[in-house]
Antibody, heavy 120, light 111 residues
Framework: QVQLQESGPGLVKPSQTLSLTCTVS??????????WSWIRQPAGKGLEWIGR???????NYNPSLKSRVTISVDTSKNQFSLKLSSVTAADTAVYYC????????????WGQGTLVTVSS | QSALTQPASVSGSPGQSITISCTGT?????????VSWYQQHPGKAPKLMIY???NRPSGVSNRFSGTKSGNTASLTISGLQAEDEADYYC???????????FGTGTKVTVL
């Protein structure tokens, strides 16, 4: 069974870049036709899709974040990463990495989530 | 892209059945059979409960079922149990700028 684990700093200063990595175990990130995604959830609020990278390396981003987001993959380490630049307090949230089904229409596996706080 | 509309809260007694609605538009819920439902316990990651409107992943209790009519999808929990107390989010594929959109979330309370 696929497992995902987020890692990265829990505290980021305003205007800096948030960087998170998701390590995938139980399967190769480059096998199959899956999307690898980032989703976030501010405290007490709903889920917001940030973006995803396909097995081929192509990416899709939420237009509301597109100018600040980069998602990349490192198949040699079985990892994919998120970079979100110019962060503000509004970017404080639990960040989840996830695998989307081959249809790209739902998430079938989630990481446990990591809280990132933007504060000076 | 606007979030799908869900009731803020639904409650029921153990053993009862409850239904959570998820209302969208013809560009998402009404236009595709790609509605999914997630259960989220406090402090935990969401868990997929239903996908493609009616399908249950392996391991999910058959007490959970999904339906769709027009622009509204529904999740029914039968034989409500204490462990079902959680937040539930719907999601739908959309023809909009993001591949799918989430619902506003519903808190289920077992009385």
């Amino acid at each position: 069974q696929v497992q995902l684990q987020e890692s990265g700093p829990g505290l980021v200063k305003p205007s800096q870049t948030l960087s998170l990595t998701c390590t995938v175990s139980g399967g190769s990130i480059s096998s199959g036709s899956y999307y690898w995604s980032w989703i976030r959830q501010p405290a007490g609020k709903g889920l917001e899709w940030i973006g995803r990278i396909y097995t081929s390396g192509s990416t899709n981003y939420n237009p509301s974040l597109k100018s600040r987001v980069t998602i990349s993959v490192d198949t040699s380490k079985n990892q994919f990463s998120l970079k979100l630049s110019s962060v503000t307090a509004a970017d404080t949230a639990v960040y989840y990495c996830a695998r989307e089904a081959t249809t790209g229409t739902h998430v079938d596996f989630w990481g446990q989530g990591t809280l990132v706080t933007v504060s000076s | 892209q606007s979030a799908l509309t869900q009731p803020a809260s639904v409650s029921g007694s153990p053993g009862q059945s409850i239904t959570i609605s998820c209302t969208g538009t013809s560009s998402d819920v009404g236009g595709y059979n790609y509605v999914s439902w997630y259960q989220q316990h406090p402090g935990k990651a969401p868990k997929l409960m239903i996908y493609e409107v009616t399908n249950r992943p392996s391991g999910v209790s058959n007490r959970f079922s999904g339906t769709k009519s027009g622009n509204t999808a529904s999740l029914t929990i039968s034989g409500l149990q204490a462990e079902d107390e959680a937040d539930y989010y719907c999601s739908s594929y959309t023809s909009s700028s993001t591949p799918y959109v989430f619902g506003t979330g519903t808190k289920v309370t077992v009385l």
